[in-house]
């Protein structure tokens, strides 16, 4: 589960207490002297689905959304009210499984629109296949045979400057009217977009103020007859401090962004519900983990919210029938792929999860055995001193589940061992992303991983895993002043007592990811100096195919000492 979802116990109590209270006003009599009657209205959110076609499985838990499903699930919460928005914050592409991913992520544009999503804004990964690729999926209308997918999806963002002149089909707001009520959906993108891609993925897109931006787009909405103000951002939680409050860019914007009567934030994979200012604030789990379900009960005549209320829901596969249409719509494209990915590559004596060491879902705090793997893999290719990845970069486990699910491009485990085919590997690393050789200093390589670890104890991609050597950083020191330690790896991964040259005259070859050396994630802009070398994925696919059985292990590679550091689980 994701590190926010002891958060639903706490507002348990509050929803019940506070956004719940049914203080129902009496109908409001209008200018003709008839009755207005409060309208209820409901809004359906999920976050950072990444298109998710399949259900996802949670290790202990169960198996969770899946296109069909969701659609399912979606069409129910219509049927129980028809002044339903449903609703997502950007990400519903890029970073995708591969039945997805392989087909440029055509298939996750379709399925949204059969699943009904009525609008969503832009976030970093919206942008991994640059302009073009962007424009190619604002334009889907219809499926591979030319029929039509249903309503469009409106696409909202207000605070890109020149977005018109790079993309058509975004606007800064879209305005819905449910039986009467006129409510205003605004979108802003997160700011540090431009450091999560490539260069030059944003055309002539500059990234402004979302709070300036969001409040400017609200306020013409208004002028135009809105009512009720629903923003969707690609800002989400960072963590929680040592009084268990929320942190992050999405609470700061809720903090400036004026008189909004819903937040839904997404990016970071948090189940979070709280109310800011006047607005109700929701995150969810990614991937279709979760939805929340917001209900407000309105007066049409002055748009005041009566009353109102949130709940999260676990959308369990199982308990609904899949949507006929979107099983339809995967069925050839998963056939097409199950030859190439369904190959067995090797196998692992343990399971290999993108969780890290400290029970963080997404890998992000700590030392991860899928980031040991990956980047032991590219360290031997080229025989490299050490090398380094972010652990944004890492999308899934590594190895096959023992559950056996068709849709995943694995056989069914028979055990001891856990297999690892072509297709789970190029789920963990799902962007194209080449490795790239470079020689560095010490100094420089003390600045990657300086940058590594920046925005702990927050949960960020720039997160480093590394392979050569064991470093050692204080999480309480000033970000930037946090390694304290670097020693090299023994050949058989245990950390050694000899201290890496952090210099600026030592000098070192470091395997990394091309993203990673073009400056994304904050890391050092050396793409002048780097030398392409292959696939990362097929780096990795080699690596393990080469050994047959992999015996990865937790090494000590990355240790923090201070008083908020992240706790290693038993």
Not at 276 to 303: F, K, L, Q
Request: hydrophobic content about 40%.
């Amino acid at each position: 589960m994701g590190p926010g979802k002891s958060r639903r116990g706490r507002w348990a109590a509050v929803i019940a207490a506070v956004l719940a209270v049914a203080v129902l006003a009496p109908a409001t009599a209008g200018a003709t002297g008839q009755d207005h009657e409060p309208v209820d209205i409901q809004f359906i959110t999920f976050s950072d689905w990444h298109g998710q076609l399949d259900p996802l499985f949670v290790f202990g838990e169960g198996t969770f959304g899946g296109a069909a499903e969701l659609s399912t699930y979606f069409r129910q919460e219509e049927a129980n009210n028809p002044n339903t928005l449903i609703l997502t914050a950007g990400d519903a592409v890029g970073a995708t499984p591969p039945l997805s991913n392989f087909f440029d992520d055509e298939p996750a544009a379709r399925a949204m629109r059969l699943m009904g999503v009525d609008a969503d804004t832009l976030g970093n990964h919206n942008f991994d296949r640059g302009i073009a690729g962007l424009q190619n999926h604002l334009d889907i209308t219809t499926d591979t045979s030319g029929a039509e997918l249903g309503d469009p999806i409106a696409y909202v963002s207000a605070n890109l400057k020149n977005r018109d002149d790079n993309v058509s089909g975004v606007n800064d707001y879209a305005m819905f009217d449910l039986d009467g009520v006129k409510v205003a959906v605004i979108g802003v993108t997160n700011p540090d977009v431009a450091e999560l891609t490539f260069p030059g993925s944003l055309g002539t897109i500059e990234v402004t103020s979302p709070h300036v931006a969001a409040n400017k787009a609200r306020a013409a909405a208004k002028a135009a007859g809105a009512e009720v103000f629903v923003l969707l951002a690609h800002m989400g939680v960072s963590g929680y401090d040592e009084d268990g409050e929320a942190f992050g860019p999405l609470i700061d914007l809720a903090k400036k962004a004026g008189d909004f009567d819903l937040i839904v934030g997404d990016h970071t994979d948090f189940v979070f519900v709280d109310e800011i200012g006047n607005a109700v604030v929701v995150e969810n789990e990614s991937r279709g983990r979760t939805y929340a379900r917001v209900s407000m009960t309105v007066d049409p005549v002055n748009g005041r919210i009566i009353s109102e209320s949130v709940e999260f829901v676990d959308p369990v596969s199982a308990d609904v029938t899949p949507d006929a249409a979107i099983v339809d719509l995967l069925a050839p494209l998963r056939a097409q792929l199950e030859v190439i990915l369904g190959q067995v590559i090797g196998q692992s004596d343990v399971v290999i999860p993108r969780a890290d060491s400290c029970g963080q879902s997404a890998g992000r705090t700590c030392e991860s055995l899928v980031g040991n793997v990956v980047t032991d893999a590219i360290r031997a290719r080229y025989s490299a001193d050490f090398a380094i990845t972010n652990s944004g970069g890492l999308r899934a486990n590594l190895t096959c589940p023992t559950i056996d699910d068709p849709s995943d491009f694995c056989p069914p485990f028979v055990g001891p061992n856990y297999d690892i085919t072509a297709g789970s590997v190029l789920a963990v690393l799902p962007f194209g992303n080449q490795v790239v050789t470079i020689n560095v200093t010490g100094e420089e390589l003390k600045a990657q991983l300086e940058n590594g670890v920046s925005s702990m104890p927050g949960v960020s991609g720039r997160f480093a895993q590394v392979s050569g050597m064991c470093f050692t950083y204080d999480i309480d020191a000033a970000a930037g002043s946090r390694v304290t330690s670097v020693v090299y790896q023994a050949d058989d991964g245990t950390c050694t007592a000899d201290e890496v040259d952090l210099s600026a005259s030592a000098s070192y070859v470091l395997a990394q990811n091309d993203f990673m050396a073009s400056g994304g994630d904050g890391y050092l802009d050396l793409s002048t100096r780097m030398v392409t070398q292959e696939l990362m994925d097929a780096v990795v696919t080699q690596y393990i195919g080469d050994q047959g059985l992999i015996t990865p292990t937790l090494q000590g590679r990355i240790n923090c000492v201070g008083s908020s550091c992240p706790v290693t689980l038993p």
